[in-house]
């Protein structure tokens, strides 16, 4: 297994699985190049994420991972091989990118809440404005998640106001208030305090236990130990390394993993 | 002696080392020098003045100004007084800025949204213009504007003539008089109810929309409507283009309202967006053949046409292939339904009353124009220096302002799945304006206080009226410049009381 | 399922596919992304083409092409149809806009003082230069001091040139000189004042900062030329120059207060309190560690009020001071050189001129704000 080279072998593995069906692929990415100008920043990305799956991307900075997870919301344009999300071809078509875009929850690393509107408003912005939901609705799901993430008697405060692990928390129960069918988090513990760390991550670990799909660009590998069902490793734009975590940790094979993983376990 | 005062309290500190004492005593200093240099300056000035045998007081407001100025919006001759001298050049003053800030807005706002274009050249134009206007002396653009540009024009014979009864010569501007009826006040009032119930409806719809996650039934049956009609409307207007370019076209008989109805009906298909591009090819080709005509008029005809229908295809096919009008039904936001209320409304009540609205046209006589409205140069190269010069400041403010909303912000918008239209609407545009208002007020009073260079090209606006002239022929120089400057002062306090005002308001709440 | 892969073989970087880069890409992407953006672009274009020869034909003399025509020739050339700009005229009434009415055989005296400015403020205006305390010492007491002996005469054996002859650029670059100069210390002692303790000293502050922000500077300047003389003795007499001097340097402190107030705000709390914890008395904490860093953090604002300064100048025309736009619009009656396109040289002079100064001021202010950012985030 582990002497394929390319990613032709890569899509090996995924074309080994085909017979489950559609449905229960979440993403599917095939060939993926991106560039920045004449910087080549995703070389040929294969990745296929089935429903439900919780994977842990990780790689030092600059290897392309947090660019891989934006491309599949479209932040970034990718210009060579396909995505599918959710059954949606992403292409330049303004109405599918809507329409992954609504499937598809995103968390920041610099959480990106509204500041000029409440907690709640920014809740309930999408929901009322994307989905149509009436605005009494989108409230009660709205103070639903945000005690979920155990910060209902915030609602009525500004961003500004709160500390950075809740303002995160709020950033992830704003993107679950449109009840989308996979998250994405990009780096979304790096930018807190320490102490700060742990409220989030319980949020993301109970989130996995609901059966979210999920796509985590982090490096918080007791997380990643705890919940992913994969790591995927990268380095300079392209997978080196893929396992389930406990493979991936007791026995990591590349040079490059290895190398990464004494580093970052000290 | 050392131990006693250690036990009799804190060490006793010179009273010239006591940080309050001493602050007393500076100020008691700083004051005093102020008020000795001020008597020392009123005591001069008594004496000069005794010298000169000059009286103080305002009682010269009420004598005759025995001058004339030669714009004025409220009645004035020699035999009015001093004060409504004043109130002509404050008016003056007024009139200027209040153009002027309308229009600076409006240029400034394009060029600071332009500077951000992704468009390459939009961009650079923008900059370029930016970078020269900013960094040339306001009074130098002004002469450039006076001196050079509107002087230079021809006299009056041979004066230009422009689209709509225009002309154009060295006394100025002279524009068609609008020559309303008394039903024309209607028309007026309808216009005003029509723009406010649109504005209305808009809010209106728009929270309802957010309470129940549709637009109330009446609005979006009322819009399809709205939205057939201007169809209709654009498509006899492509229609009718069509016949100028392509004179055959023109020939043909209905063919403007049987096109419209045509493309009305199409929009109710699938293929609407064939409708949509076509009219923007027509439209296209005929504003770029006449813009070409215009510009080249020494090319032969044919090669305009033809230019300028490659370019309009080139359009017209663009908006067919990127096809990226997302079809969100009921949820899309009603802009046809006010729109057509905006011109439809007035337009009725103008055919219901019959009221008309003629236009004068000047007529050029043996030395004059006979009727029409004359601008008077000073003013029109006023408002184009102002407006000009000040443009390039609110573009930056407007740049800096947009700047100001994180990428982040967008990307946590897009990412939630708003559209672009509600990502600006909700989450770029409040942002932004928070950081744009309040340069933005100081740029219009900046505006207001540049009017004052009115007075080197002699437009009659209250530097000239009052500190020029009237000064000049009454001697009360301290009354005349306390008067002015009491002016500008009350407009720069009551501007900056408005952004406290506005700061306070919109701050953001921070921990 | 086995989800172990490990890759074997790196793959290398691959140039972005050709309809990602060139210049046709290029063009897709920043002319004609959508169909508004490419109707702007050949709008853009075409008002390119119209606008450009005549501009290039009016601007460039006969010997790039154009039509204008070139310092040395004659005003026949000029009244010629069809004439572009007139350098001619430019060059044959240059000394007239730089010095004024001052007498042509001792313009070595103000081209000294050119001389030495430049010399004074290149090393000032380069961040490594060195021996800045001196330099700065230099330029802002010396300087002044020598330069009005220079300009002024009547010392040393010089013949006195009284200001009703200065003109020109001269009269504009002094006027901006001193403005600079009497500001700097003025407004910092306003901004110091506007952020003490003290009630007396912080309302009078204040309001002379309010009020001179208030009001237009062409009111100023006839505050100043009427009133002055009537503020002073009886008998003595106040040059009309330094009159317009106090006038401006008084309105550009106003300004120039509330841009280092700016700095003095933007400073953390812990300095005010590091310094008052080391003992340091009032004056020396803001002299010695306060306003070195304020002024740091302010010199792009600073540089800014200095180019609305300058282009201020320009209205000192108005008061009838002969600087730079003053001796353009005069010239501009001089029938020797009478020509359609007379005025429009002459305001297009006096505007490089000004567009230089206050470009290059504006790129340096652009200079120090980046230099200073990079030197925050080390």
């Known amino acids: ?266 | ?511 | 399922m086995s989800v172990s892969f490990v890759r074997r073989e790196m793959i290398a970087p691959q140039p972005a596919p050709s309809n990602n880069t060139g210049p046709i890409a290029w063009a897709r992407r920043s002319l004609f992304a959508t169909p508004g953006d490419a109707l702007l672009s050949v709008l853009a274009i075409i008002l390119l083409i119209w606008a450009i020869p005549p501009i290039y034909n009016f601007v460039m003399p006969t010997f790039f092409g154009g039509h204008a025509v070139a310092p040395g020739g004659t005003v026949e050339d000029c009244r010629a149809l069809g004439a572009g700009a007139c350098w001619a005229y430019i060059s044959a009434r240059m000394s007239f806009f730089i010095y004024g009415f001052y007498p042509p055989a001792e313009y070595w005296r103000p081209n000294l003082v050119f001389l030495f400015g430049a010399l004074l403020i290149a090393p000032l205006l380069i961040p490594r230069a060195p021996f800045k305390r001196i330099n700065a010492i230099l330029f802002f007491v010396a300087y002044p001091v020598v330069c009005f002996f220079l300009l002024n005469g009547g010392v040393f054996g010089m013949r006195a040139v009284p200001t009703e002859q200065w003109g020109g650029l001269l009269v504009t670059l002094v006027i901006s000189m001193v403005g600079i100069i009497c500001s700097i210390p003025l407004g910092i002692l306003l901004a110091l004042g506007r952020q003490s303790k003290l009630p007396i000293i912080k309302t009078l502050c204040v309001m002379f900062i309010e009020l001179w922000r208030a009001v237009p500077l062409i009111t100023v300047l006839f505050m100043a030329s009427i009133m002055l003389p009537l503020f002073m003795p009886q008998g003595t007499s106040v040059d009309k120059l330094l009159r317009a001097l106090v006038g401006v340097t008084l309105f550009s402190s106003a300004y120039l207060a509330e841009v280092v107030r700016g700095g003095l705000q933007a400073l953390p709390r812990g300095q005010y309190e590091a310094a008052s914890s080391l003992g340091l008395s009032y004056w020396k904490s803001m002299g010695l560690i306060i306003l070195p860093q304020a002024i740091k953090h302010v010199i792009p604002g600073i540089v800014n009020s200095f180019i609305a300064l300058f282009k201020d100048t320009s209205l000192v025309s108005i008061v009838g001071i002969f600087d730079l736009l003053n001796t353009v619009q005069a010239a501009s009656s001089d029938i020797d050189w009478s020509s359609p396109t007379q005025a429009i040289t002459g305001y297009l002079f006096a505007g490089i001129v000004f567009w230089i100064f206050c470009f290059a001021m504006s790129r340096y202010s652009i200079f120090m704000e980046r230099r200073l950012d990079t030197g925050h985030k080390r």
Not at chain 2, 39 to 59: C, R
Not at chain 2, 181 to 193: G, K, L, N, P, S
């Open chain 2, 1 to 511: 002696m050392a131990v006693q005062d250690n036990l009799a309290g804190p060490p006793r500190t010179a009273f010239y080392n006591d940080p309050v004492i001493r602050g007393i005593l500076y100020q008691v200093l700083v004051g005093a020098a102020v008020v000795a240099f001020f008597t020392w300056i009123i005591l001069n000035t008594a004496a000069n003045l005794a010298a000169q045998n000059k009286s103080t007081g305002f009682d010269f407001l009420f004598q005759t100004s025995g001058f004339g100025i030669s714009f004025s919006l409220i009645p004035f001759d020699r035999s009015s007084y001093y004060w409504e001298a004043f109130l002509v050049g404050l008016l003056n003053t007024l009139l200027v800025a209040a153009i002027g800030i309308v229009f600076a807005s409006m240029l400034g706002f394009a060029i600071g949204v332009a500077r951000l274009s992704s468009n390459w050249l939009i961009a650079r134009f923008a900059t370029v213009y930016i970078e020269i206007i900013r960094n040339v002396p306001l009074l130098l653009q002004l002469f450039f504007w006076y001196f050079a540009v509107l002087k230079a024009m021809p006299a009056v014979r041979e004066s230009f003539e422009l689209p709509l009864g225009i002309f154009v010569n060295q006394r100025g501007i002279v524009v068609p008089r609008p020559m309303p009826d008394a039903e024309i006040t209607w028309v007026v009032v309808a216009a005003a109810v029509a723009l406010v119930g649109a504005i209305a409806l808009v809010r209106w719809a728009t929270s309802i929309r957010a309470r129940t996650g549709h637009y109330p039934q009446g609005v979006a049956i009322g819009s399809r409507i709205a939205g057939l009609v201007v169809t209709f409307v654009l498509g006899y207007l492509a229609f009718t283009l069509l016949g100028s370019v392509i004179p055959a076209l023109g020939n043909v008989p209905y063919l403007p309202l049987l096109g419209g109805l045509g493309l009305a009906g199409l929009s109710l298909t699938a293929y609407g967006f064939y409708g949509r591009a076509f009219i923007g090819f027509a439209i296209a080709w005929a504003v770029v053949r006449f813009l070409l005509g215009g510009m080249f008029g020494s090319l032969p005809e044919l090669l305009i046409v033809a230019i300028s229908l490659a370019l309009a295809l080139v359009y017209g096919w663009t908006m067919l292939s990127v096809e990226r009008r997302p079809t969100a039904g009921d949820n899309k936001f009603p802009l046809a339904l006010p729109l057509l209320i905006i011109v439809a409304v007035p337009a009725l009540v103008y055919w219901a009353t019959d009221a008309s609205l003629a236009f004068e046209i000047p007529l050029l006589e043996r030395f004059n124009f006979r009727g029409g409205m004359q601008l008077v140069p000073e003013m029109v190269a006023l408002v184009i220096g102002l407006t000009i010069y000040t443009a390039a400041f609110i573009a930056e403010n407007v740049r800096s302002g947009i700047q100001a909303v994180s990428k982040g912000q967008t990307e946590a918008a897009a990412s939630l799945g708003l559209r672009e239209g509600d990502r600006l609407r909700l989450v770029v545009i409040p942002q932004a304006m928070r950081v744009i208002i309040p340069p933005l007020t100081s740029q219009y009073l900046n505006l207001t206080k540049n009017s004052s260079l009115g007075a080197a090209i002699g437009y009659p606006e209250l530097v000239n009226v009052f500190m020029g002239t009237t000064l000049n022929q009454t001697g009360k120089a301290i009354e005349v410049i306390a008067i002015t400057m009491a002016v500008y002062l009350t407009l720069s306090l009551s501007t900056s009381a408005f952004m406290n005002w506005y700061n306070a308001r919109v701050a953001l709440v921070e921990r």
């Open chain 1, 1 to 266: 297994m582990s002497d394929m080279t390319s990613g032709a072998a890569a899509r090996a593995i995924n074309t080994a699985n085909m017979t489950v069906s559609q449905t229960d692929v979440a993403i599917d990415v095939i060939g993926m190049h991106k560039w920045y100008g004449d910087f080549h920043v995703l070389r040929d990305i294969d990745l296929r994420v089935m429903r439900g799956e919780r994977i842990v991307i990780a790689g030092p900075s600059g290897s392309g991972k947090s660019t891989l997870i934006r491309c599949i919301n479209r932040l970034e344009e990718h210009q060579q091989g396909r995505i599918i999300v959710n059954g949606t071809e992403l292409t330049a078509d303004l109405k599918r990118i809507d329409e992954v875009r609504r499937e598809v929850g995103m968390v920041f690393q610099h959480f990106n809440l509204f500041p000029h509107l409440t907690i709640l408003q920014n809740l309930t912005l999408a929901p009322i404005w994307v989905r149509g939901i009436p605005k009494a609705e989108a409230e009660t799901t709205a103070m639903h998640y945000l005690e979920r993430v155990k910060i209902p008697e915030q609602a009525n405060k500004f961003p500004g106001q709160l500390s950075g692990g809740q303002q995160q928390r709020v950033a992830i129960a704003r993107s679950l208030c449109m009840q989308p069918k996979i998250m994405l988090f990009d780096e979304p513990t790096s930018a807190l305090d320490p102490e700060m760390v742990k409220e989030v991550l319980e949020v993301m670990i109970n989130l996995a236990e609901d059966g979210m799909t999920m796509l985590c660009v982090t490096h918080e590998m007791g997380f990643a130990r705890q919940v992913a069902n994969r790591v995927i490793f990268m380095d300079q734009g392209q997978i080196i390394e893929q396992n389930d975590p406990d493979a991936f940790f007791s026995n990591p094979e590349h040079e490059r993993t290895k190398l990464f993983l004494s580093q970052i376990l000290h």
